[in-house]
């Protein structure tokens, strides 16, 4: 079964300071990874996606993510954060191959960032 | 193009009345997907339709159900309403298959049950 872990329910940041969400993935196949982003009362944006192709992924807003399988991460980072980055994030995990239809998500962390 | 459409955005029911929650897809995606939001968690899944089929169903009682149309738009309803399932209802298409199938989600459909 495939889960999916990130530390932190609340992470608070100064604007221009450096963002780190923490994620940590466990499956039994190679993986398909994502980041979601969640405004308050709206669905769920995609910010990027990890295929295989590429261990450091770029999304938007400037936000990147790197895949360690060694660590089975997939923190999110973005070098300086602006106020219209406050929002919830979600991490979540697919399986590659077979019944591939179904994204588990962690539980969301939310980022605060003070003026 | 249009995104993912759900109606609709809000709705208050009471226990043990029952319903439905529409969803459109983005043009030329045939996978809907519907998701369980509690506040404070992360989406469950409960139901995935690709081209007409049940391909994927989560851990939920069968007071929930779903359908997919000809059109790919879907339904999802949920009898005999209780306290817990008040959430957010999210729907989610995706492209055709041959890549991760990254999901693009609707707004929601916020229900209240009383």
């Known amino acids: 079964a495939q889960s999916v872990t990130q530390l932190g329910s609340h992470v608070s940041v100064s604007e221009g300071a450096l963002v780190l969400l923490r994620c940590n993935y466990s499956?039994?196949?190679?993986?398909?990874l994502f980041w979601y982003v969640q405004y308050p009362n709206q669905g769920l944006q995609l910010l990027l996606k990890y295929t295989s192709a590429a261990t450091l992924v770029k999304g938007i807003n400037g936000f990147e993510a790197e895949f360690k399988k060694s660590e089975t991460s997939f923190h999110l980072t973005k070098p300086s954060a602006h106020m219209s980055d406050a929002a919830e994030y979600f991490c979540?995990?697919?399986?590659?191959?077979?019944?591939?239809?179904?994204?588990?998500f962690g539980k969301g962390t939310l980022l605060t960032v003070n003026p | 193009d249009a995104g993912v459409t759900q109606s609709p955005t809000h709705l208050i029911k009471t226990r043990g009345q029952h319903v439905t929650l529409r969803c459109s897809p983005i043009s030329g995606h045939k996978s809907v997907s519907w998701y369980q939001q509690v506040l404070g968690q992360g989406p469950q899944f409960i139901f995935q339709y690709y081209e007409k089929e049940e391909r994927g169903r989560g851990n939920f009682p069968d007071r929930f159900s779903a359908r997919q149309f000809p059109n790919y738009s879907s339904e999802l309803n949920v009898n005999a309403l209780l306290l817990g399932d008040s959430a957010l209802y999210l729907c989610?298409?995706?492209?055709?298959?041959?890549?991760?199938?990254?999901?693009?989600f609707g707004e929601g459909s916020r229900l209240t049950v009383l």
């Open positions: 979540a995990v697919k399986n590659s191959g077979g019944s591939n239809y179904k994204l588990t």
């Open positions: 499956s039994s196949v190679p993986p398909y």
């Open positions: 989610a298409s995706s492209p055709p298959p041959g890549g991760p199938g990254e999901l693009f």
